[in-house]
């Protein structure tokens, strides 16, 4: 059955440092992999789109790297800051699939102390 | 302004009971979408219109039916309500198709609580 795996546990992190999420899926061919923002009380909010067919995207102090061959992607957050503060979700568009099915990680808590 | 609006925001009510959920966005996009995301925070996607017309639709119960009455809204309308359909409903709208980015913008949610 098709998996997105994201670390279930929260990111305890000092402002400053870079924090790095993992997503992790089965049984999926993607077509593409995006990561969204979710704030306490709030839809989640759109961060950055990678294409299977790219290694790296970055936008200001976000990064995503898309290993099709390990089924992972990698989100660095780097220079954190408090307002990083939020829950992280990965999530998957399968080639196979009707244009804009996303399937939704659980998500992964962050939380930037100063 | 808003760019993807529901109403009501939180909605408490009996179990068997009927209620409806609005959304609508002023983007221009040209597919809208509901999603359930339960207690464990697991955001699921339940319906998906195109100009209209239904291209997804997830294993929902029938008690759930969504209705588009034009591109820029979609409501979604739930009968006879149960305990497990307590959960926050998101709506959202994108812009599909070659050369776009696909993101998808959410609205703010509606809390359902059933008692």
């Known amino acids: 059955s098709q998996k997105i795996e994201q670390n279930s546990e929260a990111l305890n992190i000092q402002e400053g440092k870079t924090a790095t999420l993992t997503c992790n899926y089965t049984?999926?061919?993607?077509?593409?992999l995006q990561w969204y923002r979710q704030d306490p009380g709030r839809g989640p909010v759109f961060l950055l789109l990678i294409r299977e067919n790219e290694k790296e995207k970055r936008k200001e102090r976000l990064k995503v790297t898309f290993d099709t061959t390990l089924k992972q992607s990698l989100f660095h957050i780097t220079a954190s800051q408090p307002a990083d503060s939020a829950t992280y979700l990965c999530a998957l568009e399968s080639v196979s699939d009707s244009w804009g099915k996303l399937q939704f990680g659980a998500g992964t808590q962050v939380v930037v102390t100063p | 302004d808003t760019a993807v609006s529901q109403t009501p925001k939180y909605l408490v009510t009996q179990m068997g009971n009927d209620k409806s959920i609005k959304c609508e966005q002023n983007?221009?996009?040209?597919?809208m979408y509901w999603y359930k995301q339960d207690s464990k925070k697991f955001l699921k996607i339940m319906f998906s219109y195109n100009n209209k017309e239904l291209i997804i639709n997830e294993t929902v119960p029938n008690r759930f039916s969504p209705k588009s009455p034009d591109k820029a809204h979609l409501n979604l309308h739930i009968n006879s309500l149960e305990l497990g359909d307590s959960a926050v409903y998101f709506c959202?709208?994108?812009?599909?198709?070659?050369?776009?980015?696909?993101?998808?913008?959410f609205g703010p949610g509606t809390r359902l609580t059933v008692l």
């Open positions: 983007l221009g996009h040209d597919t």
């Open positions: 959202a709208s994108s812009q599909e198709g070659l050369g776009t980015l696909n993101e998808q913008f």
């Open positions: 049984n999926y061919s993607p077509a593409y």
